[in-house]
């Protein structure tokens, strides 16, 4: 069995970052059923992800894009049902939320507080 090193995918993939994305996208699409382009070789699907990127045997652009892709969320528009409106656009169109004051608490009814919210509900539930 050969080992596969994250020295043998940087030099496809320099930043380590998209590395991890991309053989965790690939793994998870074998794991679905996509087609293997090596031998398993009895390897696990992460493992045969980084083979497959250090033998160059991926369009590592297109990886990315389908990555991205499966990311993205749709927001129809009320008033254009035709055209899909991505989060962002949605949530510039959005009137900025209006502020609340801070209520006003002490240093005792703020402690009091946090440690209430570590320590969980009192009231005996979990």
Known sequence: MARVTVEDCIEKVPNRFRLV???????????????LRIDRDNDKNPVVALREIAEDKLNLD???????????????AEDDEDRPVRRTEAAEEAPEPKQLPAPEMDEAAMLKALQSDRDGPTDGRM
């Open 21 to 35: 994305l991309l053989a965790a996208h690939r793994a998870r699409n074998i794991a679905a059923g996509a087609e």
């Open 62 to 76: 297109s990886l990315g894009e389908s990555l991205i892709a499966g990311l993205q969320r749709v927001i129809p």
